[in-house]
């Protein structure tokens, strides 16, 4: 229980003043300055957490900001731990930098740089230049800042003339520095993470008749620095470093849908979900197989028709979050037919009759993706109107003749994706198997 002196004689908002000035630790004005993050979900969880952090100041009965102040000090080491590893939301923390922590990072990085996989070099290499060279940085930030650099000359050796910058390029430019440096430091913990996870989703598939599946790329499937710093950048530049929880990811595939929920059983046991599951967001079933003390994860299908069993666990020795996913091989066979309408559809701006997609990363995948022969087989194993498909033809025509340089989607045409999209998922979740017996958990 918070200190009864503490909280008679302070406000909430004075001993998050006073414990942060303590702490060196910038107050939200101060960090909204340098970041231009407006939301600051970590300051927010340290406000949040306040009282937790001052039960770790002992002794404090004195209404003087300055014998607070020198208590808090006395146990810095301590108060600091509790506001890197508390968080009102389930996250990784809101992650502190120091040089100490950036030089630890960045020599583990060169000791592993020449060894290991040619992935894996490129992508150390990659993280290593990021701390460096603001030339990495440019394509986090928005495409107007990046212009405003071009256009003057503001880029030289591959530093960017800060003082040149418009106060808003200065404070994205800051933001995204900020996250890389504590991207930079976490993603150590990432790649031991994806082990610890890889080793469970092996157990569990063999108690299970499962497979285990994980993403293609560096380090056994670790999700990339670039694509987790663009997750928290250019896609939510609201979001912080610490929301990054499916960095290590795994997806087991179970034949039958009885074999999933037997495995969902397991899981629910382990210490690694038990430790995190008070936070409603560490487990979602969207296939409402929840009963009893799990019901409350049950959340149905998205809008899109899509279901799965999705995990977060705190691994117990790199004590990162991960994410584990559990499906059938029928509805993983309709992620994959309806994936490209996912990427369209997740650009789309309801406040616009029309948009275009023209990011290159984006567009890579249409190329291979959106194509006559993909709706073809999408026709053959669903039962799709004809209006429907008139309509993905005429976007599938215009982006041929725009040379699939860009794609542009019309209301109409976001209607129908959306139609096929659920059709392709219900006929996975027909394939599924049964429901009808729901888990005991």
């Not at 209006?387 to 699939?404: V, W």
Request: hydrophobic share 35%; with cysteine; aromatic share 8%.
């Amino acid at each position: 229980m918070t200190n009864p002196n503490y909280t008679a004689s302070l406000s909430y908002e004075k001993g998050v003043e006073i414990i942060h000035d303590a702490l060196d630790i910038p107050t939200f004005e101060k960090a909204s300055k340098n970041t231009g993050d407006k939301s600051l979900t970590g300051y927010q969880q340290r406000k949040k957490h306040t009282s937790v952090v001052c039960e770790t100041v002992q002794s404090v009965t004195s209404k003087n900001d300055e014998k607070l102040k020198s208590e808090v000090k006395k146990n810095k080491s301590k108060v600091l731990r509790q506001i890197e590893v508390l968080g009102g939301n389930l996250s990784q923390g809101f992650n502190l930098i120091s040089r100490k922590k950036l030089a630890n990072a960045t020599n583990y990085y060169n000791y592993h740089a020449p060894n290991g996989s040619k992935k894996n070099k490129e992508a150390l290499t990659g993280m290593l230049a990021v701390l460096s060279n603001d030339l990495k940085l440019t394509k986090y930030l928005d495409e107007s800042i990046q212009n405003e650099i071009d256009n003057n000359g503001l880029m030289q050796n591959n530093k960017i003339n800060w003082k040149g910058l418009s106060l808003q390029g200065r404070s994205q430019l800051s933001n995204v520095k900020l996250k890389a440096r504590q991207l930079f430091i976490l993603y150590k913990k990432f790649m031991e993470a994806q082990i610890e996870l890889l080793t469970l989703a092996e157990d569990i598939a063999q108690k299970f008749n499962g497979r285990v599946c994980s993403p293609p790329g560096a380090f056994q499937g670790t999700k990339s620095f670039s694509g987790a710093l663009q997750k928290v950048t250019i896609r939510e530049r609201s979001s912080n470093v610490g929301e990054l929880k499916d960095c290590a990811r795994a997806t087991i595939l179970f034949n039958t849908s009885e074999e999933m929920i037997l495995a969902k059983q397991e899981i629910a046991n382990y210490a690694a979900f038990q430790a995190i599951r008070h936070h409603q967001k560490a487990l979602k079933d969207r296939y409402n197989t929840g009963t009893s003390e799990l019901k409350k994860f049950n959340s149905g299908a998205t809008k899109a028709g899509y279901r799965d069993i999705k995990f977060f666990l705190r691994m117990p020795e790199s004590d990162a979050v991960a994410e584990l996913q559990l499906n059938t091989t029928a509805m993983d066979n309709a992620k994959s037919q309806a994936h490209i309408i996912y990427e369209i559809l997740r650009l789309s701006d309801p406040t616009k009759d029309t948009y275009i997609i023209n990011n290159p990363d984006v567009l890579k995948g249409l190329d291979h993706g959106l194509t006559f022969e993909w709706l073809k087989k999408i026709q053959s194993q669903t039962p799709v109107a004809k209006q429907d498909i008139n309509t993905i033809k005429r976007l599938i025509s215009s982006f041929i003749a725009n040379g699939k340089k860009l794609l542009i989607v019309d209301k109409a045409a976001v209607k129908s994706l959306s139609t096929i999209s659920k059709q392709i998922y219900e006929i996975g979740y027909l394939r599924s198997g049964t429901f009808v017996k729901k888990s005991k958990v």
